[in-house]
Protein backbone atom coordinates (compact mmCIF):
# COMPACT_ATOMS: atom_id res chain seq x y z
CA UNK A 1 0.00 0.00 0.00
CA UNK A 2 1.39 3.00 -0.68
CA UNK A 3 1.95 5.74 1.82
CA UNK A 4 -0.33 9.05 2.26
CA UNK A 5 0.51 12.29 3.40
CA UNK A 6 -2.00 13.56 5.54
CA UNK A 7 -1.64 17.96 6.27
CA UNK A 8 -3.95 19.73 8.84
CA UNK A 9 -3.68 23.40 7.74
CA UNK A 10 -5.61 26.21 9.25
CA UNK A 11 -4.37 30.53 8.71
CA UNK A 12 -6.01 30.79 12.19
CA UNK A 13 -4.62 29.60 15.45
CA UNK A 14 -7.15 27.65 18.29
CA UNK A 15 -9.04 25.89 15.44
CA UNK A 16 -8.18 22.62 16.89
CA UNK A 17 -5.01 21.41 14.23
CA UNK A 18 -3.18 19.58 17.01
CA UNK A 19 -5.91 17.74 18.74
CA UNK A 20 -7.07 16.35 14.97
CA UNK A 21 -3.52 15.73 14.10
CA UNK A 22 -3.20 13.30 17.73
CA UNK A 23 -6.40 11.76 17.09
CA UNK A 24 -6.27 10.97 13.57
CA UNK A 25 -2.77 9.67 14.45
CA UNK A 26 -3.75 7.15 16.83
CA UNK A 27 -7.17 6.15 15.18
CA UNK A 28 -4.76 5.28 11.99
CA UNK A 29 -2.72 3.40 14.48
CA UNK A 30 -5.23 1.49 16.03
CA UNK A 31 -6.47 0.21 12.41
CA UNK A 32 -2.96 -1.36 12.25
CA UNK A 33 -1.42 0.86 10.29
CA UNK A 34 2.63 2.22 10.39
CA UNK A 35 1.88 5.97 11.18
CA UNK A 36 4.41 8.55 11.31
CA UNK A 37 3.37 12.62 12.89
CA UNK A 38 5.39 15.20 12.05
CA UNK A 39 5.33 18.36 14.27
CA UNK A 40 6.77 21.60 11.95
CA UNK A 41 4.35 24.58 14.21
CA UNK A 42 7.28 26.15 16.48
CA UNK A 43 4.59 26.31 19.32
CA UNK A 44 5.52 22.72 19.86
CA UNK A 45 2.01 21.53 21.26
CA UNK A 46 2.11 18.05 19.55
CA UNK A 47 5.22 17.26 20.92
CA UNK A 48 4.25 18.19 24.33
CA UNK A 49 1.60 15.63 24.25
CA UNK A 50 4.12 13.00 22.73
CA UNK A 51 6.40 13.43 25.38
CA UNK A 52 3.88 12.65 27.80
CA UNK A 53 2.71 9.67 25.12
CA UNK A 54 6.40 8.45 25.75
CA UNK A 55 6.36 8.62 29.52
CA UNK A 56 2.91 6.96 29.86
CA UNK A 57 3.72 3.95 27.65
CA UNK A 58 7.53 4.04 26.96
CA UNK A 59 9.67 5.72 24.50
CA UNK A 60 9.15 3.86 20.76
CA UNK A 61 5.81 2.36 22.24
CA UNK A 62 3.50 5.18 21.75
CA UNK A 63 2.16 3.54 18.39
CA UNK A 64 3.67 6.28 16.26
CA UNK A 65 6.76 7.78 14.56
CA UNK A 66 7.34 10.76 15.74
CA UNK A 67 9.69 13.75 14.64
CA UNK A 68 9.20 17.37 15.68
CA UNK A 69 11.26 19.85 12.78
CA UNK A 70 11.55 22.83 10.83
CA UNK A 71 8.57 23.41 7.71
CA UNK A 72 11.75 23.49 5.03
CA UNK A 73 13.18 20.49 6.23
CA UNK A 74 9.63 18.53 5.61
CA UNK A 75 10.46 18.05 2.10
CA UNK A 76 13.76 15.64 2.90
CA UNK A 77 12.34 14.06 6.55
CA UNK A 78 9.42 12.48 4.39
CA UNK A 79 11.73 11.29 2.21
CA UNK A 80 13.56 9.70 4.99
CA UNK A 81 10.60 7.66 6.10
CA UNK A 82 8.49 7.34 3.35
CA UNK A 83 9.77 3.17 2.45
CA UNK A 84 8.70 2.34 6.34
CA UNK A 85 5.26 4.28 6.55
CA UNK A 86 1.68 3.75 5.28
CA UNK A 87 0.47 7.37 7.05
CA UNK A 88 2.14 10.21 7.64
CA UNK A 89 0.05 13.12 9.82
CA UNK A 90 1.67 16.82 9.28
CA UNK A 91 0.88 19.36 12.35
CA UNK A 92 1.10 22.51 10.20
CA UNK A 93 1.58 26.06 12.06
CA UNK A 94 -1.08 29.02 11.64
CA UNK A 95 -0.29 32.49 10.23
CA UNK A 96 3.06 31.18 8.56
CA UNK A 97 2.17 30.94 5.20
CA UNK A 98 5.65 30.06 3.82
CA UNK A 99 5.65 26.59 5.91
CA UNK A 100 1.92 26.18 5.54
CA UNK A 101 2.10 26.14 1.86
CA UNK A 102 5.64 24.02 2.01
CA UNK A 103 2.97 21.12 4.47
CA UNK A 104 0.16 21.73 1.91
CA UNK A 105 2.44 20.78 -0.95
CA UNK A 106 3.58 17.86 0.10
CA UNK A 107 -0.03 16.72 1.10
CA UNK A 108 -1.85 13.81 -0.76
CA UNK A 109 -4.99 15.60 1.46
CA UNK A 110 -5.65 18.55 3.74
CA UNK A 111 -7.95 18.97 6.68
CA UNK A 112 -8.95 22.23 7.69
CA UNK A 113 -10.28 22.58 10.77
CA UNK A 114 -12.70 25.09 11.44
CA UNK A 115 -15.37 26.27 14.05
CA UNK A 116 -18.53 27.61 13.96
CA UNK A 117 -17.66 31.29 13.95
CA UNK A 118 -17.02 34.36 11.69
CA UNK A 119 -13.24 34.87 12.58
CA UNK A 120 -12.85 30.72 11.65
CA UNK A 121 -15.19 31.40 8.35
CA UNK A 122 -12.74 34.31 7.03
CA UNK A 123 -9.68 32.46 7.96
CA UNK A 124 -10.76 29.29 6.22
CA UNK A 125 -11.57 31.26 2.79
CA UNK A 126 -7.87 32.19 3.12
CA UNK A 127 -6.84 28.64 3.51
CA UNK A 128 -8.66 27.15 1.07
CA UNK A 129 -7.58 29.36 -1.23
CA UNK A 130 -3.92 28.42 -0.48
CA UNK A 131 -4.85 24.41 -1.22
CA UNK A 132 -7.01 25.41 -4.43
CA UNK A 133 -3.95 26.96 -5.80
CA UNK A 134 -1.59 24.12 -4.93
CA UNK A 135 -4.42 21.70 -6.37
CA UNK A 136 -4.39 19.64 -3.46
CA UNK A 137 -7.71 17.68 -2.19
CA UNK A 138 -9.27 19.08 0.28
CA UNK A 139 -11.82 19.00 3.01
CA UNK A 140 -13.09 21.36 5.84
CA UNK A 141 -13.98 19.57 9.39
CA UNK A 142 -16.49 21.10 11.49
CA UNK A 143 -14.79 21.25 15.27
CA UNK A 144 -16.19 22.40 18.21
CA UNK A 145 -19.66 22.07 16.64
CA UNK A 146 -22.85 22.55 18.19
CA UNK A 147 -24.52 20.02 16.15
CA UNK A 148 -27.55 20.34 14.28
CA UNK A 149 -27.22 24.59 15.01
CA UNK A 150 -28.65 27.40 12.61
CA UNK A 151 -24.88 28.81 12.80
CA UNK A 152 -22.96 25.83 11.53
CA UNK A 153 -25.59 24.97 8.59
CA UNK A 154 -25.10 28.84 7.75
CA UNK A 155 -21.35 28.42 7.69
CA UNK A 156 -21.54 25.09 6.27
CA UNK A 157 -23.25 26.63 3.11
CA UNK A 158 -20.25 28.96 2.35
CA UNK A 159 -18.33 25.62 1.47
CA UNK A 160 -18.67 22.80 -1.05
CA UNK A 161 -16.05 20.38 0.48
CA UNK A 162 -17.45 20.56 3.74
CA UNK A 163 -16.69 16.63 5.38
CA UNK A 164 -19.91 14.67 6.63
CA UNK A 165 -18.42 14.03 10.06
CA UNK A 166 -17.80 16.56 12.62
CA UNK A 167 -16.48 17.02 16.02
CA UNK A 168 -19.19 17.90 18.76
CA UNK A 169 -17.88 20.59 21.60
CA UNK A 170 -16.76 18.30 23.91
CA UNK A 171 -14.47 18.24 27.40
CA UNK A 172 -12.98 14.75 26.79
CA UNK A 173 -10.88 15.82 23.39
CA UNK A 174 -8.81 18.04 26.01
CA UNK A 175 -8.98 15.69 29.02
CA UNK A 176 -7.61 12.63 26.98
CA UNK A 177 -4.62 14.76 25.38
CA UNK A 178 -3.33 15.93 28.53
CA UNK A 179 -3.13 12.39 29.55
CA UNK A 180 -0.87 11.47 26.29
CA UNK A 181 -3.99 9.60 24.67
CA UNK A 182 -6.67 10.10 22.75
CA UNK A 183 -10.71 9.52 23.09
CA UNK A 184 -10.22 6.15 20.84
CA UNK A 185 -8.04 4.85 23.54
CA UNK A 186 -9.99 6.77 26.79
CA UNK A 187 -13.69 6.15 26.00
CA UNK A 188 -13.20 4.43 22.86
CA UNK A 189 -17.65 3.65 22.93
CA UNK A 190 -17.73 7.03 23.71
CA UNK A 191 -19.79 10.05 21.25
CA UNK A 192 -16.61 11.92 21.23
CA UNK A 193 -14.86 8.50 19.99
CA UNK A 194 -17.53 7.74 17.36
CA UNK A 195 -17.12 11.06 15.64
CA UNK A 196 -12.98 10.17 15.33
CA UNK A 197 -14.17 6.95 13.84
CA UNK A 198 -16.09 8.89 11.26
CA UNK A 199 -13.98 10.92 10.64
CA UNK A 200 -11.08 7.71 10.08
CA UNK A 201 -14.17 6.30 7.74
CA UNK A 202 -14.97 9.26 5.50
CA UNK A 203 -11.40 9.95 5.20
CA UNK A 204 -9.74 6.38 4.29
CA UNK A 205 -12.44 5.83 2.01
CA UNK A 206 -11.07 8.98 -0.18
CA UNK A 207 -7.37 8.17 0.53
CA UNK A 208 -7.45 4.34 0.60
CA UNK A 209 -10.63 3.26 -1.91
CA UNK A 210 -8.47 -0.10 -2.50
CA UNK A 211 -9.07 -1.17 0.88
CA UNK A 212 -12.90 -1.24 0.45
CA UNK A 213 -12.38 -3.40 -2.53
CA UNK A 214 -10.36 -6.20 -0.95
CA UNK A 215 -13.72 -5.88 1.82
CA UNK A 216 -16.23 -6.26 -0.49
CA UNK A 217 -14.09 -9.14 -2.52
CA UNK A 218 -13.66 -11.09 0.70
CA UNK A 219 -17.28 -11.31 1.52
CA UNK A 220 -18.23 -12.18 -1.88
CA UNK A 221 -15.89 -14.89 -1.65
CA UNK A 222 -17.51 -15.91 1.81
CA UNK A 223 -20.81 -15.54 0.58
CA UNK A 224 -20.01 -17.34 -2.18
Do not use: Y
Not at 24 to 39: E, T
Not at 56 to 66: A, D, H, P, S
Not at 101 to 124: C, E, G, N
Not at 137 to 146: D, E, F, G, K, S
Amino acid sequence: MPHKIITIAQQKGGAGKTTIAAHLAVAFSQQGKRVAVIDIDPQGSLTQWHKIREKKFGEGFTGLQFSAISGWRLPNEIDRIRSNIDVVIIDSPPHTQAETKTAIRVADFVIIPAQPSPTDLWATVETVKIVTEERIPHRILMNRAVLNSKLLKDIEKQFSSVMDAKIGNRISFASSMLEGRTVTETAPSSPASDEIKSILKEISAMLFPEEKKVVVRQVEEVMG
